[in-house]
């Protein structure tokens, strides 16, 4: 019974760290180690409201991401590089529905229970009883898109996207250096070792 909890546990933690989501695609039959060189396109505008279209945020994204190519031996080059980089930022303002549980408990510690509702502190516990949509709720959600382009082709090669919630641009921006590494992960080549 105690390891049941304990791996119940760690899979709580695991998902509670897990705030940003990582996704990829690619050409399945290419073979990137034949692209030695990179070179980079400038960032596509997203015609969206964004936290990332300032210098700083900027420099976070192409130096980490410099460093992460680096680290898969690809060479920067200014003249006929064999592939493309570039990246996309986009926020978009979203919203989600708040709900209210009335259970059988009756108040806050009886009928606020599995569902979150800023109203009441956060988080309730599990407990009987319905939950009925109270209100909406508006938040930003943030995506950086890194997109490889064959120079040969003229086509996307690949694409990877690294998608979160934001609560604080400041601290967004701070974090995407860590968001852009991530990215880099899954390039088709390994970093080498």
Excluded at 2 to 22: P, W
Excluded at 128 to 148: D, K, L, M, V
Aim: aromatic content about 16%.
């Amino acid at each position: 019974m105690k390891k049941i909890l304990f791996f119940f546990l760690i899979g709580i933690f695991v998902a509670s760290c897990s705030s940003q989501q990582y996704n990829t695609t690619r050409v399945q039959k290419l073979d990137f180690s034949q692209f030695k060189t990179y070179g980079w396109l400038p960032p596509v505008d997203s015609l969206s409201k964004s936290y990332f279209d300032n210098n700083i945020a900027q420099t976070n994204i192409m130096e980490s991401a410099n460093q992460e190519l680096a680290g898969r031996n690809l060479q920067y080059s200014k003249d006929n590089p064999d592939i493309l980089f570039r990246y996309i930022a986009i926020v978009n303002n979203k919203s989600r529905l708040i709900y209210g549980n009335y259970g059988w408990g009756g108040g806050y510690w009886g009928g606020l229970r599995g569902f979150y509702n800023p109203w009441y502190g956060g988080w309730g516990g599990w407990g009987g009883g319905y939950s009925n949509p109270i209100g909406r709720e508006r938040f930003r959600y943030g995506h950086i898109i890194i997109e490889a382009i064959d120079r040969k082709s003229n086509k996307v090669v690949w694409q990877a996207r690294g998608s979160a919630e934001i609560k604080n641009p400041e601290k967004s921006i701070n974090k995407l250096p860590t968001v852009v590494k991530k990215i880099i992960a899954q390039y088709p080549i390994q970093a080498k070792k």
